[in-house]
T-cell receptor
Framework: TQLLEQSPQFLSIQEGENLTVYCNSS?????LQWYRQEPGEGPVLLVT?????EVKKLKRLTFQFGDARKDSSLHITAAQPGDTGLYLC??????????FGQGTELSVKP | GAVVSQHPSRVICKSGTSVKIECRSL??????MFWYRQFPKKSLMLMAT?????????EQGVEKDKFLINHASLTLSTLTVTSAHPEDSSFYIC????????????FGPGTRLTVL
């Protein structure tokens, strides 16, 4: 059974601080997606990483896919209150199913 | 592009009734759609994989007679919660795989089901 361990599960920080969320697995994924979800809404895709070692940037967000395609990280620089939400990583397994991490509940206080 | 809609966005029903939730891919064709259930402040739990023109594949522990899935066209999948009970109250989310190149899934906005 493929598992994706996401940490931390809860993070409360002050505006302007940096943070990193990690997703780790013993399994190899063909791709890994990061989503952000706000209460009462569906997850919104932030990025898909496909190639081992790949780094993608989305404004203040930096996503990294491990060389072996088993792990990924999301780094946010100078967090803002608008970054508050649930961040989910999900690895793609055969057949197109996504294996989700437990989620990281981020709260950025002004 | 890659927009997925769900209807209704929220529904309240009485115990014992059935509720149908629709999931549509608006600007692409989706041979595969997925149905998830999410509890408050928790991650998504996959219920079933829905393939156009064939029977859905259910995850272990999900009752297929309770949660009926129909994928009648390349842009529409439906989830029917039959004989709903209060414990079925939850946030149900569908997603669609755009297909060809990556395994990226695009999610609908979710349906909040409350069973009284």
């Amino acid at each position: 059974t493929q598992l994706l361990e996401q940490s931390p599960q809860f993070l409360s920080i002050q505006e302007g601080e940096n943070l990193t969320v990690y997703c780790n697995s013993s399994s190899v994924f063909s791709s890994l997606q990061w989503y952000r979800q706000e209460p009462g809404e569906g997850p919104v895709l932030l990025v898909t990483v496909v190639t081992g070692g790949e780094v993608k940037k989305l404004k203040r967000l930096t996503f990294q896919f491990g060389d072996a395609r088993k792990d990924s990280s999301l780094h946010i620089t100078a967090a803002q209150p608008g970054d508050t939400g649930l961040y989910l990583c999900a690895g793609a397994s055969p057949g197109g199913k996504l294996i989700f991490g437990q989620g990281t509940e981020l709260s950025v206080k002004p | 592009g890659a927009v997925v809609s769900q209807h209704p966005s929220r529904v309240i029903c009485k115990s014992g009734t059935s509720v149908k939730i629709e999931c549509r891919s608006l600007d692409f064709q989706a041979t595969t759609m997925f149905w998830y259930r999410q509890f408050p402040k928790k991650s998504l739990m996959l219920m079933a994989t829905s393939n156009e023109g064939s029977k859905a594949t259910y995850e272990q522990g999900v009752e297929k007679d309770k949660f009926l899935i129909n994928h009648a066209s390349l842009t529409l999948s439906t989830l029917t919660v039959t004989s709903a009970h209060p414990e079925d109250s939850s946030f149900y989310i569908c997603s669609a795989n755009e297909g060809a190149i990556t395994d990226t899934q695009y999610f609908g906005p979710g349906t909040r089901l409350t069973v009284l």
